[in-house]
């Protein structure tokens, strides 16, 4: 254990949610909620103000409509995360060469590795300065957490959660865990700590009690004594700089039971398609390919195939995918399906198998890329919910292409982006019966007007979000209290009394809603947020300036 805090962790708020706030300011201080939006789809994550009324990430979309009917339901836009998250990245690397993200809005510091004083007035500063750091730069904020371990850490930046800081000093380690319960510790499953409450040990002073040698006749020796370990709170695990992926896997959940056999093949051959998208992306190759199948009565079964050397090609990735899937019984109906390339190496070789034409085969390879993308529309996606990103470049929306080609009406997914010839910039609020409706505001303006037009309107197209822009006077960011000293506090991320907004016939916030007001510095007790049918009056784009902002 080190002898001063000097391990950081941070985590970003309710991240994708809070980019969503900051980008689209109709929406700052009301319920907002990301993930897939069918039937079928996961949040990935929900605001604060959607927290309150129990919504979480890794919920099915239904159970957090039926919880928080009047949020904002949108669809995830890996592309704007991943450029806030780059801004993020890049503040800790200048306070270490050793930062381990754990995703776009998780990572670990070893400051010391940095040169910051193994003291902790020292480290403290710097969290401090970091936190004022990344307001500036993209507006939003994060929790962090400082301790003489990861585990520490970790758990110190959930207790500093929303907006806070907090120091765990050496030589409190044992006090500060004893109360907690014992999945709070790193490789505690259900199956584990159901297999120690059946012996009377559900925190993690009571497993300290237990002592080594229970744990290790109840768990195995290779579990037990790494959790004995972590329960007196040693971890000596260290900050990795590089964290190299094994594998690369995309997988879609659907909102109808596929059943039919050609459909099933070749929503497989689009899965296959993504997969290699993002694996050129990261620069990668592989050898084995794996597609996993998920029943109507949930049972999960994996196929896997080693190729003969590694491979970026498609079509290879997509033949040994369709060899995968001709020993799987479907018939009985598929509720989800992936497919994922492992045994990662950094350089490609040339396919050994019997190689296609190559003229033909790019073609080919990038029509069915294109068809891919646009089948995400009407699948809720698994992994989109569980955080992963898509690859990167494609259209901005692939659904909408997907249409034209085949003469259907155009789909706007709540929360796209999109681009009117007379109106400008804007995003999508929702749509329905051959409508759509269109807030046009953006990044550092002030709550936007709605306006409604026909689905098929040549006017409006799809376009890339625009970049996340802040100043100095927090336009274009989610306004915020002043920073706190955190020995357990934090701000409160809106104003008393604020209702969510009221519901339109798309799920989206209706045109009349007032943004919210200042949130006052400080923590304060979270108010209940009462469901409003009526939003309140005024003119579109409502009746009150969000701070920082002039009135519309």
């Known amino acids: ?54 919504v979480h990430s890794a919920m099915p979309m239904g159970q957090a409509r039926r919880l928080c009917p009047n949020a904002a339901y949108l669809i995830p836009r890996f592309g704007l995360y991943r450029q806030v998250s780059d801004v993020v990245m890049g503040l800790l690397q200048e306070l270490s060469p050793l930062v381990e993200p754990l995703s776009l809005d998780e990572a670990f510091v070893d400051l010391e590795a940095g040169g910051t004083p193994a003291d902790t007035a020292a480290v403290r500063e710097v969290a401090h300065r970091l936190r004022a750091d990344i307001r500036a730069a993209t507006g939003l904020s994060g929790s962090v957490g400082l301790a003489g371990s990861k585990l520490l850490a970790k758990i110190a930046s959930e207790d500093a959660k929303p ?33 120690l409450r ?17 744990l290790l ?3 195995g020796k290779a579990h037990g004594s790494a959790l004995y370990a972590m329960a007196n709170g040693v971890d000596e695990r260290p900050v990795v700089a590089e964290r190299d992926a094994k594998s690369v896997s995309v997988e879609d959940t659907f909102d109808v039971d596929l059943t039919d056999r050609t ?14 998208q993002r694996l050129r992306a990261a620069g990668r190759s592989g050898r084995t390919v794996v597609i996993k199948v998920r029943s109507y009565d949930f049972s999960t079964l994996t196929r896997s195939e080693t190729l003969r050397g590694p491979t970026d090609d498609p079509a290879v990735v997509r033949e040994a995918a369709a060899r995968l899937l001709d020993s799987v019984d479907t018939t009985a109906g598929v509720r989800l399906l992936g497919v994922g390339v ?5 350089f490609t070789q040339e396919d050994l198998f019997a190689q296609a034409a190559e003229a033909a085969g790019a073609a080919e390879v990038a029509e069915a890329a294109e068809a891919s993308d646009a089948g995400e529309a009407g699948a809720g996606e698994t992994a989109t919910a569980a955080g992963a990103e898509p690859a990167p470049g494609g259209t901005a929306a692939p659904h909408q292409a997907a249409a034209e080609r085949t003469g259907a009406p155009r789909r706007w997914l709540p929360g796209s982006d999109v681009l009117h010839a007379v109106h400008g910039p804007g995003w999508v609020q929702g749509s329905g019966i051959g409508r759509v409706t269109v807030r046009f505001e953006g990044p550092g ?13 040549p006017d409006l197209s799809s376009t890339d979000p625009p970049p996340l822009v802040t100043t100095a006077a927090g336009e274009g960011a989610p306004p915020r209290a002043e920073e706190p000293v955190r020995g357990g506090a934090g701000p409160d991320h809106t104003a008393d009394g604020e209702s969510p907004a009221g519901e339109s016939p798309a799920g989206q916030p209706p045109a009349g809603e007032p943004p919210a007001g200042q949130p006052p510095a400080g923590r304060s007790s979270e108010p209940a947020m009462r469901p409003n049918s009526g939003s309140g009056a005024g003119g579109p784009g409502g009746s009150e300036p969000v701070a920082g902002t002039s009135r519309p």
């Open 1 to 54: 254990m080190r002898s001063a805090p000097t391990i950081l962790h941070l985590d970003m708020d309710a991240f994708y949610a809070a980019v969503e706030q900051a980008a689209k300011p109709s929406l700052r201080g009301k319920p907002v909620i990301v993930g897939g939006l069918g039937p079928r789809g996961v949040v990935a994550t929900a605001s604060y103000e959607a927290r309150r009324f129990g």
């Open 163 to 195: 907006d806070g800081l907090v120091v765990i000093e050496p030589g409190t380690e044992r006090d500060l865990l004893a109360p907690l319960s014992v999945r709070i510790l790193p490789g505690i499953g259900p199956a584990t700590a159901e297999t």
């Open 198 to 214: 059946r012996a009377g040990i559900t925190t993690v002073g009571e497993t300290v009690e237990a002592g080594e040698d229970e």
């Open 217 to 219: 006749r109840l768990l």
């Open 263 to 276: 459909r099933v093949q070749t929503e497989l051959d689009r899965l296959a398609e993504r997969c290699v």
């Open 342 to 346: 492992s045994g990662l190496a950094d």
């Open 445 to 457: 303006s002030a709550p936007g007007r709605v306006r409604t037009f026909a689905v098929d309107d």
